[in-house]
């Protein structure tokens, strides 16, 4: 068998050019493959990670029917036992109790509809590093009875830190709620649908301005595995009375969910055309060696070798000219893709607007997923492995004589 392949590797660069050419196709076409599917990835994987740390969590227990209309009313009561019980299973990193809800912030002559967010300003800086967003001013502390504003917002409402803004909304079981509120810090969010109306308040303050004491709208989970998704929250629904509904972050964020998925039919699309152009490429490449050798095959088949050998050494050459492809495309992609994982390329114009409407940031991420690259080499080595039946037909039954005379 070593025989066998010395051959083989020996075959292949006696035409020096025609393998190169070979070569160079494959490498452009996964260097292609792989640089779009990591960046369709990472898109994928940067909205994922937007919408989970700044919303949603991997899951969320909520009061039932809060879902189905954001009502304040189906808020439930954040008591000891029932943390205790969510936080005592073993994939559990986080649990951040939030009451959310909607309220007018009005300064002067300007009002605007606005999201209340309250929530443990400590856990909540662990989760998505809050208190680096903030841009003027200071972050919250755990009994603040001040409140955080967005960019945009601000600047709307014309208003700066010390500021005092008035809050107008509806409360538990209909109680009015109003209340003043100084500026402490203002904030900035990357995604222009969370940097226009998101107002944070300390989990207490909101409960107060709210009459919702002690009650909260959801915990949002924040898993250690999250490929262990599935087992967790049906360890967590055992553990809980029907009183509760949990919702993972898919349900939460259909409307991406059903994005991405559009996308990505788009992306395997793309990336067939291109293993189209490998095959073709490749199978051209076998077809030529094939047919300029037949005079040579037969010879080595007069003086003794075996026809099931010859064709063994035909297909280490088309199997070693993709591996060699795959391995330079490796060589030559990681180093790029590395770079561009830590320092995603900022979006401009209509793509960026594009980006923004799915509620992702405006920079194109890339990922560094090892199926990417898995993926690829299992499909250049099966195309070489389909391109080796031709010369295989073509061994098997070709005629000695005849092929001496071509």
């Keep these: 068998m070593n025989e066998l392949i010395k051959i083989a590797w020996r075959n292949i660069w006696r035409n020096k050019r025609r393998t190169l050419l070979t070569m160079t196709s494959i490498i452009l076409a996964i260097c292609m493959a792989l640089f779009t599917r990591s960046m369709q990835i990472g898109s994928y994987e940067n909205m994922i990670s937007n919408a989970v740390k700044l919303s949603t969590g991997y899951f969320q227990i909520q009061g039932n029917g809060y879902w189905e209309n954001k009502s304040i009313d189906k808020t439930f009561?954040?008591?000891?036992?029932?943390?205790?019980?969510?936080?005592?299973?073993q994939n559990i990193e986080l649990v951040i109790p939030r009451l959310e809800s909607f309220a007018l912030a009005s300064s002067g002559k300007h009002t605007k509809g606005t999201i209340i967010i309250a929530t443990q300003p400590k856990i909540e800086d662990e989760l998505n590093k809050l208190s680096q967003k903030v841009i003027d001013g200071e972050y919250l502390t755990e009994n603040d009875n001040q409140i955080l504003v967005v960019e945009k917002l601000a600047e709307y409402l014309q208003v700066n830190v010390g500021?005092?803004?008035?809050?107008?909304?509806?409360?538990?079981?209909?109680?009015?709620?109003?209340?003043?509120?100084?500026?402490?810090g203002i904030i900035k969010f990357p995604i222009p649908q969370l940097n226009n109306q998101l107002i944070y308040l300390s989990l207490k303050s909101g409960q107060e301005f709210f009459s919702a004491y002690d009650r909260v709208t959801t915990y949002s989970i924040m898993l250690k595995n999250?490929?262990?998704?599935?087992?967790?929250?049906?360890?967590?629904?055992?553990?809980?009375?029907?009183?509760?509904?949990?919702?993972?972050?898919?349900e939460l964020n259909f409307e991406m969910v059903q994005a991405i998925k559009s996308?990505?039919?788009?992306?395997?699309?793309?990336?067939?055309?291109?293993?189209?152009?490998?095959?073709?490429?490749?199978?051209?490449?076998i077809m030529m060696m094939t047919m300029e050798r037949r005079k040579e095959f037969a010879v080595m088949v007069a003086v003794g070798m075996q026809k099931g050998k010859l064709f063994l050494v035909v297909f280490f050459e088309t199997v070693m000219i993709g591996f060699v492809a795959v391995i330079v495309s490796l060589i030559i992609s990681y180093p790029i893709l590395l770079y561009y994982f830590y320092n995603p390329i900022p979006l401009t114009g209509e793509l960026a607007e594009a980006m923004e409407?799915?509620?992702?940031?405006?920079?194109?991420?890339f990922s560094l997923e090892a199926g990417i690259f898995i993926n690829q080499t299992i499909a250049v080595i099966v195309l070489a492995l389909v391109a080796s039946i031709y010369p295989l037909t073509k061994i098997l039954r070709f005629n000695v004589l005849q092929a001496m005379r071509s």
């Design 77 to 89: 009561v954040d008591e000891a036992e029932l943390l205790n019980k969510v936080k005592s299973n």
């Design 163 to 184: 500021d005092t803004l008035v809050l107008l909304g509806q409360g538990y079981h209909g109680v009015t709620a109003a209340a003043k509120h100084r500026i402490k």
């Design 226 to 250: 999250p490929d262990d998704l599935d087992e967790t929250i049906t360890q967590i629904k055992a553990d809980l009375s029907d009183e509760y509904a949990i919702m993972d972050w898919m």
């Design 263 to 285: 996308d990505n039919i788009g992306g395997i699309i793309m990336l067939t055309i291109l293993y189209m152009v490998i095959g073709f490429g490749m199978f051209g490449t």
């Design 357 to 365: 409407m799915f509620g992702a940031e405006p920079v194109m991420p």
